[in-house]
């Protein structure tokens, strides 16, 4: 796939194409994000397909991960290492920031995260910058987080990737609602910009090319007849929260009148009475369809799926979808494909091109805003928030009928905008391509961030030093000038306190490490009374530590400290 320089500049071919690009960012890794393991959704579907495309893109360069242990570097690793990765990992701990600050920008899996631009602004602003992605938009969190890119702790060098223009259009009007807001009930007058590209997600495009072998072995499979019009739907199977499949069941059974039609849906039931609510539905809306379900969690089943079908179709009418993966996935595969045109199957589907977009009809503003405020009071749940909004979003059922049927009588049609919808996908949403254009925006990313001048620590006012905030709560503070005396039998009863998990829980290689206590001792056996300044200098300890471990001895009684009179 490509080669590795000296540089670290890996050349990735494709078609005879050459692309150098570069890593120039770390990637915070959360193993949830990036897997789908125990949830399958579009956010762990792009995760999952994220790492594989890092992998095709930097084969055997350097990839920087950032996380909060062991652990999560071990399950880096092992992915990366299952996609064909045989570089190197450099593994940064979360807390420490300096990998991170080398590397110049962290990626992050969701909207950028209010507490690492907090925590890296109390080292230096300018370290590096934070690199988020929209998934879902209409939960409160997501809303919450869009709204609160205009405040502090962010900074103009950080960047949230829209990944459509809708997405974009979305974050822009609520950012200059939420800015209007302010102004009028504060008189607040000064904002943070944060960058707003639109990136779209990517797809791993040579996982999904056909094989006209694998067709064949799919279509005897699952039986389908050479006259039988085939349609594919994949994604969650779920009425309320991604597409409500009865009006396409009653486009396919007005398509059957004419053409024979087998209709797989692949993918997972959230639960019991779902698929039953989808087997009903079908029976009563669609009785000359022939339906089939292939479970998602399936792998080599997916797959034969993909290779099988004629059209693939996608009648989104949900707010929680934004971007839209799997149409992007079936022009992959080289299947035309009918999607509604709702978020970002806009970018992704060219109508009349790559298949058919056929229109949505909302309500006009202000027939949902009881839905949203019983939503934010708690009275319905997020899933019924959605599902109802769903139940008031129309897909034209005359230009869906329409779309399906034309593709459906038209094999011809069907191959050629199969054609022209995969080779849109390789040039336009094969990760190392997007995956390049992330590299261009930390380097956009870092170019703002070297134009901020005097950059300084700040402080986190609610997130603070706890023995800053609670300091009045205490009778007195510790100071540097107090003298510290050693206690009879300290290293001896010492041994002993430090076998009791009540006692010693709380030690740490950096917080609090196991042997700064016996450090301590050991210099007051020296010289039993010393300054507590004195003591942390002549035992070698960093302030904070050794503090701490000072603060410990005392009290368990190994030490007394005192005012100086």
């Known amino acids: 796939m490509g080669n590795v320089e000296e540089n670290g500049e890996v050349s990735t071919t494709r078609d005879g194409e050459c692309m150098m690009q570069q890593n120039n960012f770390a990637i915070f890794f959360a193993g949830d994000a990036y897997s789908t393991a125990n949830k399958i959704m ?12 890092v992998a095709r893109t930097w084969p055997s360069g350097v990839v ?37 600050a080398s590397a110049g920008t962290l990626y992050y899996p969701a909207p950028p995260s209010s507490e690492f631009a907090a925590a890296r602004n109390l080292v230096r602003p300018d370290a590096f910058s934070l690199m988020g992605v929209t998934h879902t938009l209409s939960s409160a969190v997501a809303m919450d987080q869009i709204a609160n890119l205009v405040l502090p ?45 639109v990136i779209p997600l990517g797809v791993d495009a040579p996982l999904f090319a056909p094989d006209p072998a694998l067709r064949s072995t799919a279509r005897q499979r699952f039986g389908f007849r050479e006259e039988e019009c085939v349609f594919l739907f994949a994604g969650r199977l779920s009425f309320h929260a991604k597409a409500n499949q009865a009006p396409l069941y009653q486009a396919l059974e007005k398509v059957a009148q004419q053409v024979p039609v087998a209709c797989v849906e692949a993918g997972v039931f959230p639960n019991e009475p779902v698929r039953r609510a989808f087997q009903a539905a079908q029976k009563l809306l669609a009785p000359s ?35 839209g993966l799997t149409p992007v996935e079936a022009m992959a595969a080289g299947l035309p494909v009918v999607v509604s045109d709702w978020n970002g199957y806009k970018d992704t589907v060219r109508d009349g091109v790559d ?30 928030y959605i599902g109802r909004a769903s139940m008031a979003t129309v897909a034209d059922p005359t230009a869906l009928a329409e779309a399906l049927l034309t593709l459906a009588l038209d094999g011809d049609r069907r191959r050629s905008m199969g054609a ?7 040039d336009a949403y094969d990760w190392p391509v997007i995956l390049h254009r992330y590299v261009t925006l930390a380097d956009e990313l870092g170019r703002i961030r070297s134009e901020a001048v005097g950059c300084a620590g700040e402080k986190w006012p609610t997130r603070a030093d706890p023995f800053a905030r609670f300091a009045h709560f205490s009778s007195q503070t510790m100071g540097g000038k107090w003298l510290v005396t050693l206690l ?65 001895l005392w009290k368990f009684d190994l030490v007394r400290l005192r005012q100086p009179s």
Request: charged fraction near 25%.
């Open 42 to 53: 579009g956010r762990q579907s792009a995760g999952k397909a994220f790492m594989r495309g």
């Open 64 to 100: 920087d991960g950032v996380g909060s242990d062991a652990q999560a570097a071990a399950a880096m690793e092992r992915q990366l290492r299952g996609d064909g990765f045989t570089g190197k990992l450099r593994w940064h701990p979360l807390s420490g920031w300096q990998g991170t």
């Open 153 to 197: 702790p962010f900074k103009p060098w950080d960047a949230l990737i829209c990944t459509s223009r809708a997405a974009h259009t979305l974050v822009s009007r609520l950012q200059a609602e939420v800015r209007e807001w302010w102004t009028m009930q504060t008189g607040a007058s000064r904002f943070v910009q944060v960058e707003l590209p």
């Open 289 to 323: 369809v022939r339906f089939i379900h292939v479970d998602g969690q399936d792998e080599p089943l997916y797959r034969s799926a993909w290779q099988g079908a004629d059209v693939f179709v996608s009648i989104s009418d949900n707010i929680q979808e934004t971007f």
């Open 355 to 384: 298949g058919f977009r056929v229109p949505t009809i909302l309500p006009p503003a202000g027939v949902g805003m009881e839905f949203a405020v019983r939503h934010a009071l708690g009275v319905d749940t997020y899933d019924f």
């Open 420 to 426: 022209e919808a995969q080779k849109r996908v390789r």
């Open 488 to 552: 009879p039998d300290a290293r001896v009863r010492l041994r002993d306190l430090l076998s009791l998990p009540m006692v010693a829980y709380a030690f740490d290689a950096r917080l609090l490490p196991k042997e700064s206590p016996m450090l301590l001792l050991a210099e007051l056996e020296k010289k039993p009374s010393q300054t507590v300044n004195e003591l942390l200098v002549s035992a070698g300890l960093a302030a904070p530590a050794g503090v701490r471990a000072l603060q410990w």
